[in-house]
Structure formats: structure tokens, C-alpha cells
């Protein structure tokens, strides 16, 4: 199956249908749970399963598919990641599907989450996640595996609820949210089950701003957010090693880490991106970066 939306698809010498991006197409016949668009150089991919946004094993496996055509993609630079609606970016598992499924399912099912969200976190492309309403649960694990997220005023709560159904955050939330505001913010928020405000998730660092205005007015502005990291105005393989750098080095040992650091370094003074940086800096000139 290929994530984009109304794209075309290719056909191989065996007939068998590919994603525009060369990887075999999967068998698709039930519903659309991930839509998958993109507006210039920024691929836009939308939780859509009303009311709220809730994801089942289908969803992730959605999800998973709309991350690996964006990565191949060379003409995607940025991926923006919200919800469908104006009420929920998501209300994380659907808890319905889990109650009616063996506890075999549940653990492949968190494997199969925690194993999209790792490939997401590790995207060698910025991650942007536009919270346009309520963004609970295992949606507050998918936002923070992406690298930003903004949220729009007064459009919901946020939080890790899980102990209220005597459960963990079993998608990455304690780890995450840990390395995010520290231990013991982390583990007294999620042994409270509290949600609350954008606000004060900003205040602790939990997410990046808050921005005003209606749901259509708040998906322009984080258009053109996401679009400042695309080219020309940014070179997108300093931005992505950046990204690669930090993500995989903040796991590392320090000296380990900037080993990683200067191979990265390395790779970028040899791209026309960095001459063309360099260039534009001693000639006084804004410059124009091509993703080469």
C-alpha cells in the first residue's frame, strides 16, 4: 500500500505494484486510519479514526508505511504529524480493540508501536508534531517520539493517564517523558495519571510553543513553520544530521557521542550545501540550498 494520497503507483517486469518510491505495495481493503499528503517539500501525515483519533495495530501498521515512504522520498525535507479534526491529535490505544484481543496480541501490538515510533524518532528528517486537540495517552508517546511539537491554544489536555486502568505507558511513555522533564516530575505525572494543561507542559519543556487560532488557522501556521526547514530557506542534510546527531547521541557515551558528532560533520563539508553556505556567508548574500 502506498501512503500517498492519489499517488501513482509503478509497475514492476513481475506486475507487481510499487509505491512511487520503489517498495512493494501492501494488500489494502479495510479503512483509511492514516492519511498521507504533501505540501512542497513537507509530507503531512493525519491520524483520521473518529472521534479521537485512537489508534489500533492497523493504524501503526499505517503509520509505519506513510514514515518509510517519507524517508525514501527524496522530495520530502520535513514531516508534520497531527490529527484529523479539531478535538483530538489522539487519545492513544484504542481501548475497545484491546479489550477484545488475547494478551499475545497486546505485546506484539506494543512491540510492532514501540518499533514505529523508534523508526519515526530516527528519521534522518525533522518531525514536527502540530497537537491541534487533546493528546493523551499513547498520543502523547507518538508526539514525543517526534523532535518538535507545537500545540494550539486551549485545544485540550495532555498527559499519560494509563494507572487509571492499571497499566503503564507501555509505547515508549516512560522513557520519554523521563528524558524529557527529568525522573521525578515524570514518574509522580504518570503514578498520578494527571492530564493538564498546554501551558503547563510548556513551562516543564514538554512541548516547543503554543500557538493561537482556530483548527484551519493553526494547520497554515504550522505549514509555514515546517516549511522554514525546507529548502531553499535551510540545507535539509544538516537539518537531518542535526537531528541524528542529537537522537542517537544523547544515548551514547560524551566521547562516543561527538566521535558521532564529527563523522556527521564530516559528512555535511563535502555536500554542495555547506559550500554553498560557506560561500553565501563571505559574500554577504542569503543562500540558496538545494538538498545536494
Known amino acids: 500500500m502506498s501512503t500517498t494520497v492519489n499517488g501513482p503507483s509503478t509497475q514492476t517486469g513481475d506486475d507487481k505494484a510499487q509505491t512511487p518510491f520503489g517498495r512493494e505495495q501492501r494488500p489494502f481493503d479495510g479503512k483509511r486510519v492514516i492519511n498521507y499528503s504533501k505540501d512542497g517539500h513537507v509530507a503531512i501525515v493525519e491520524m483520521d479514526d473518529p472521534p479521537a483519533n485512537t489508534y489500533t ?21 520535513v514531516l508534520l504529524l497531527t490529527g484529523k479534526g479539531e478535538k ?97 516530575r515524570a514518574i509522580e505525572l504518570m503514578a498520578m495519571g494527571r492530564t493538564f494543561s498546554f501551558e503547563q507542559a510548556l513551562e516543564w519543556g514538554m512541548i516547543n510553543d503554543i500557538y493561537e487560532g482556530d483548527g484551519q488557522i493553526f494547520r497554515e501556521q504550522m505549514l509555514a513553520y515546517a516549511k522554514q526547514f525546507t529548502t531553499p530557506n535551510k540545507a535539509p542534510m544538516a537539518v537531518g544530521h542535526i537531528k541524528r546527531s542529537v537522537q542517537t547521541g544523547m544515548e551514547l557515551p560524551l566521547n562516543d557521542a561527538l566521535a558521532l558528532e564529527r563523522e556527521l560533520q564530516s559528512l555535511l563539508f563535502k555536500s554542495e550545501d555547506a559550500k554553498e553556505g560557506i560561500a553565501a556567508y563571505n559574500e554577504k548574500r542569503m543562500a540558496r540550498f538545494k538538498n545536494k
Open 57 to 77: 495495530h492497523e493504524m501503526m501498521r499505517q503509520l509505519d508505511e506513510a514514515i518509510l515512504d517519507a524517508r525514501f522520498d527524496q522530495d520530502v525535507e
Open 88 to 184: 483530538f491529535f489522539s487519545a492513544g490505544a484504542n481501548i475497545g480493540m484491546l479489550n477484545s484481543v488475547t494478551p499475545e496480541f497486546k505485546y506484539n501490538f506494543c512491540l510492532h508501536a514501540n518499533e514505529t515510533l523508534s523508526r519515526l524518532e530516527q528519521t534522518p528528517k525533522l518531525v514536527i508534531a502540530a497537537l491541534n486537540g487533546h493528546c493523551v495517552g499513547g498520543g502523547l508517546e507518538i508526539a514525543m517520539a517526534c523532535d518538535i511539537r507545537i500545540a494550539r491554544q486551549d485545544a485540550g489536555k495532555i498527559g499519560l493517564p494509563e494507572v487509571a486502568l492499571g497499566v503503564l505507558p507501555g509505547t515508549g511513555g516512560t522513557q520519554r517523558l523521563a528524558r524529557l522533564i527529568g525522573k521525578s
